[in-house]
């Protein structure tokens, strides 16, 4: 990326470089507001494909399949490269098309991909085999040597979690309750609720040990209930404010001009755009 920004010039790259930092550092915990800023790279710089790869994901962060099949196209025009194909075959499903996922992973571009693109395509493609109803051909198509191996890859817990999951659909409790056991042991970053659903088949039940055992314990602490009550309200007007605070940020929405699709900016982001523009100057 850094080696296509360099064909800009110095000042736009670092300005095209910052919006795609926070992209990056936005895209899971706000997926609306890197969005925002992939939209104002791509305002600055659509002819560099790395740009265009972080607007396809923005966009597909935010369900925006469409746009972000666009992007990722545009990317793979410009680099040659194959490894948004799986992407793409997801964004196929997204759009209510899984028939064009599947045939996307018959393609000659499959072959293309490197072992995390094969698995990550395995994955889309028993994705697509469910949104069309066909669950046994679902769990044969994840069945592979990667799914068999004892070696845990940074793809083993998805494409254990993925099996169980359709196992489970399927009825086949038993087998599920196996693979999620499996998935939780492979899980190590909690990437998945694993756990969770393994914890459920087992019938187990969480409950909150903070809460009193007796109705009796509850009336010998009506006077320190009361003192937690009085500082929730004060609690409550500082969350008031923060709230207030949030939903003027959510407001900050970018649009191209040229395109019909998206909304107008509004006064809060144009407001936040040029402070921006004046600190960066």
């Given at each position: 990326m850094r080696q296509e920004l360099l064909s800009l010039p110095k000042g736009l790259a670092e300005e095209v470089s910052r919006n795609?930092?926070?992209?990056?550092?936005?895209?899971?915990?706000?997926?609306?507001?890197?969005?925002?800023?992939?939209?104002?790279?791509?305002?600055?710089?659509?002819?560099?494909?790395?740009?265009?790869e972080a607007a396809g994901f923005a966009a597909y962060a935010t369900q925006?399949?469409?746009?972000?099949?666009?992007?990722?196209?545009?990317?793979?025009?410009?680099?040659?490269?194959?490894?948004l194909w799986p992407v793409m075959a997801d964004c196929e499903r997204?759009?209510?098309?899984?028939?064009?996922?599947?045939?996307?992973?018959?393609?000659?571009?499959?072959?293309?991909?490197?072992?995390?693109?094969q698995v990550e395509m395995r994955l889309v493609a028993a994705g697509a085999r469910r949104d069309m109803g066909e669950l046994d051909a679902a769990?044969?198509?994840?069945?592979?040597?990667?799914?068999?191996?004892?070696?845990?890859?940074?793809?083993?817990?998805?494409?254990?979690y993925a099996y169980a999951d359709a196992l489970l659909a399927a009825g086949r409790e038993d087998e599920a309750?196996?693979?999620?056991?499996?998935?939780?042991?492979?899980?190590?970053?909690?990437?998945?609720?694993?756990?969770?659903?393994?914890?459920?088949?087992?019938?187990?039940?969480?409950?909150?040990?903070?809460?009193?055992?007796?109705?009796?314990?509850?009336?010998?602490?009506?006077?320190?209930?009361?003192?937690?009550?009085?500082?929730?309200?004060?609690?409550?007007?500082?969350d008031a404010e923060v709230a207030a605070a949030e939903r003027a940020a959510d407001q900050a929405e970018y649009y191209d001009e040229d395109d019909e699709e998206y909304e107008p900016l509004d006064a809060a982001a144009d407001t936040a755009e040029r402070a921006e523009g004046r600190d960066k100057a």
């Amino acid at each position: 990326m850094r080696q296509e920004l360099l064909s800009l010039p110095k000042g736009l790259a670092e300005e095209v470089s910052r919006n795609l930092v926070m992209v990056a550092r936005l895209i899971d915990e706000d997926p609306e507001q890197a969005y925002a800023y992939a939209r104002i790279a791509l305002r600055l710089a659509s002819r560099v494909a790395a740009v265009r790869e972080a607007a396809g994901f923005a966009a597909y962060a935010t369900q925006k399949y469409s746009e972000a099949l666009a992007e990722f196209r545009a990317a793979k025009r410009m680099t040659g490269s194959v490894e948004l194909w799986p992407v793409m075959a997801d964004c196929e499903r997204g759009l209510g098309r899984p028939e064009r996922a599947l045939a996307m992973a018959g393609e000659p571009e499959v072959q293309k991909l490197d072992k995390a693109g094969q698995v990550e395509m395995r994955l889309v493609a028993a994705g697509a085999r469910r949104d069309m109803g066909e669950l046994d051909a679902a769990i044969v198509t994840l069945q592979s040597p990667e799914l068999a191996s004892n070696s845990v890859q940074p793809w083993t817990a998805r494409l254990r979690y993925a099996y169980a999951d359709a196992l489970l659909a399927a009825g086949r409790e038993d087998e599920a309750r196996e693979w999620f056991a499996k998935t939780a042991e492979a899980d190590k970053d909690q990437a998945t609720d694993a756990s969770d659903r393994l914890a459920e088949l087992d019938g187990v039940e969480f409950v909150d040990a903070a809460l009193p055992d007796d109705e009796d314990d509850d009336l010998a602490d009506v006077d320190d209930l009361a003192d937690v009550e009085e500082d929730d309200d004060e609690g409550d007007e500082d969350d008031a404010e923060v709230a207030a605070a949030e939903r003027a940020a959510d407001q900050a929405e970018y649009y191209d001009e040229d395109d019909e699709e998206y909304e107008p900016l509004d006064a809060a982001a144009d407001t936040a755009e040029r402070a921006e523009g004046r600190d960066k100057a």
